[in-house]
């Protein structure tokens, strides 16, 4: 009877054979052996149970064929990696971790790792770390429980000066930048998602990333895009407009003037394509309110206040979102709210100019810009635009590529500069009297007439036949010939 079953190999089992096997019935049975051999009933058992090394419950790492161990026993071993400037213990096999690190290998921010850590309902107290019956409490609250040391600057047992690497990210102690797992960037690995802004590419680098901006964009996160004389950088940053000038400054620009109405389109296209979030411009509105009396008048400046004089409460100015219901218009709030910023910064000649193939280049907020000369293209003007990329030249013509420019060669019987013209042969040259001339496009061929109509007597091809840089081909016995080009 043919059947299937399901086989079970053994741990130890370094080769595997199968055998198939079409039954009578149009049934099929699939035969797996291995080797070395073992089985259930023989004592041997196929697997072996337990965690395996990555998941030993102890803050021990020993190991034996690849399943955690308790040692000393023969033929364990120490594959434990302490990271985060964690110092291997070869005798206990366990890391001591720097401060602000835990988990065996030292791979984890310490912190409390469940919303029951100091939560009613839940463990609101460090009371619960002894108490019976509450083990668990030690693994999820360890900064509750008080096994958590924060490094501070200066800290002699603080790895890279204290710097912690968050989602699963761990220091590169060489460089003591934070190594982030895929979906995390940042100088902690905290940030998510597309960094580059403007449709930019984002190509993530351990801590750091590098964004491929789209043309005409620049700066590290694709956020500069400039206009004559100057540039704007946006940010996605949500903060007061004190906190937003002080950044642009920071920066050697300022909160982003709007003069003109192609100014106020460019910023509102640049927020559509960036955060499409409302953005603060370096605009505000001065005073206006005045402390007076009943009757009044003004009252004077000697007057002693309690604190800083009474005065109207700041108005600055943002440019609304896109998708709000004032659609990029300019709006004003308070300037202790929170919105995007743009900053605005003069453009100057770079030093030296890093463009090549005669591009301009121009530097703005310490990004380098070039203004690429006609035929060239990239960040650095580096890329000669291939003119032949778009088959330009028709008809079977040969694309010969050129600065800026290109020369087609023509097929026989085409003309131009793109060949998009088909010659007249028949216009252009002469048959027999009395011979008919057709045109077929790469060369020309004149029919001979009847016998009893010739003037002249069976022409064939001769030296005289087709015009310079041509040569004569016959095309049957009455003495038609046609005309090709050499």
């Not at 930048?177 to 984002?202: A, K, M, R």
């Amino acid at each position: 009877m043919c059947t299937h079953y399901l086989q079970v190999v053994s741990v130890s089992t370094t080769d595997v054979g199968c055998g198939y096997y079409h039954c009578p019935n149009g049934n099929a049975a699939v035969v797996c052996n291995y080797s070395p051999k073992g089985h259930w009933a023989s004592g041997f058992r196929p697997y072996l149970a337990g965690p395996p090394c990555s998941q030993c419950p102890s803050t021990e790492g020993w190991c034996d064929q690849g399943m955690c161990v308790d040692c000393p026993v023969q033929n364990c071993d120490c594959p434990l990696q302490c990271k985060n400037c964690g110092v291997l213990d070869t005798t206990n096999c366990t890391c001591s971790c720097k401060d602000g690190w835990d988990s065996p290998d030292c791979s984890d921010p310490c912190a409390n790792k469940h919303h029951y850590c100091g939560a009613n309902p839940g463990w609101p107290i460090a009371a619960y770390c002894t108490a019976d019956g509450f083990a668990v409490v030690n693994d999820y609250c360890r900064e509750m429980c008080g096994y958590c040391d924060f490094a501070t600057h200066g800290d002699p047992n603080a790895c890279c000066e204290g710097q912690i690497c968050y989602n699963g990210g761990y220091l590169d102690t060489t460089t003591c930048l934070c190594v982030c797992p895929q979906g995390f960037w940042g100088e902690d690995c905290t940030s998510t998602g597309n960094p580059c802004l403007f449709v930019g590419i984002h190509v993530e680098q351990n801590s750091d990333f590098s964004c491929v901006c789209p043309e005409g964009i620049s700066g590290k996160q694709c956020d500069t895009v400039s206009f004559p004389g100057g540039c704007y950088q946006f940010s996605s940053d949500t903060v007061s407009y004190s906190d937003a000038e002080q950044a642009c400054s920071t920066k050697n620009g300022h909160l982003a003037d709007v003069k003109a109405e192609h100014q106020q389109n460019i910023i509102a296209n640049g927020i559509a394509a960036t955060t499409n979030a409302s953005n603060w411009l370096g605009l505000k509105l001065q005073a206006v309110y005045t402390l007076t009396y009943s009757d009044g008048l003004a009252a004077p400046d000697v007057l002693q206040f309690t604190s800083q004089r009474p005065s109207h409460c700041d108005l600055c100015v943002f440019m609304d979102s896109p998708h709000s219901s004032n659609n990029s218009l300019i709006n004003t709030a308070s300037c202790m709210e929170e919105h995007n910023y743009v900053c605005e910064s003069d453009s100057k000649p770079c030093e030296p100019n890093v463009c090549q193939n005669g591009g301009n280049c121009t530097s703005c907020f310490d990004a380098s810009i070039c203004e690429c000369s006609d035929g060239f293209e990239g960040k650095l003007c580096e890329i000669n635009v291939d003119e032949c990329a778009s088959s330009p030249c028709q008809h079977g013509g040969t694309c010969h590529d050129r600065t800026n420019s290109y020369i087609c060669h023509c097929q026989p019987g085409y003309a131009g500069d793109s060949c998009q013209t088909d010659l007249d042969w028949c216009s252009l040259v002469t048959c027999p009297f009395h011979w008919t001339c057709q045109d077929d496009g790469t060369h020309f061929t004149c029919l001979a007439p009847p016998p009893i109509l010739r003037v002249l007597g069976p022409q064939g091809c001769s030296s005289a036949s087709c015009p310079d840089d041509m040569h004569c081909r016959e095309v049957d016995d009455g003495g038609s010939f046609s005309c090709w080009a050499d």
